[in-house]
C-alpha cells in the first residue's frame, strides 16, 4: 500500500515538505509543474501557500494536484 500525506508545509522556492503516514518527511519540488496549465497561477505564492491534504496526496484551491504515487516517488529526502 502506498503511503498517505498526512501534512504538508510550504517551503521556499515552490518547495512542499511532505509527511506520509509511514513516519517519512519529504520534499516535493513543485516548480516543473509549474509550467502546465493547471499549476500556472500557482506560480502566485499566496494561491501556491493554500496547498492542503486531500485524500491520500494534495492539491490546492483551482483543483490542481498532484498523483499520490508521483508525490511520494519524486519526492526526496533532502533539499
Not at 497561477?41 to 508521483?70: H, M, Q, R, T, Y
Request: hydrophobic content about 35%.
Amino acid at each position: 500500500m502506498r503511503p498517505r500525506a498526512i501534512n504538508v508545509s510550504v517551503k521556499e522556492n515552490y518547495i512542499l515538505e511532505v509527511t506520509f503516514d509511514n513516519d517519512e518527511t519529504k520534499f516535493f519540488d513543485v516548480k516543473p509543474y509549474l509550467t502546465h496549465k493547471a499549476f500556472s497561477e500557482l506560480k502566485n505564492k499566496e494561491k501556491f501557500a493554500k496547498v492542503k491534504i486531500d485524500g491520500l496526496s494534495i492539491s490546492w484551491e483551482n483543483g490542481a494536484d498532484i498523483c499520490p504515487d508521483e508525490l511520494y516517488n519524486n519526492s526526496v529526502h533532502k533539499i
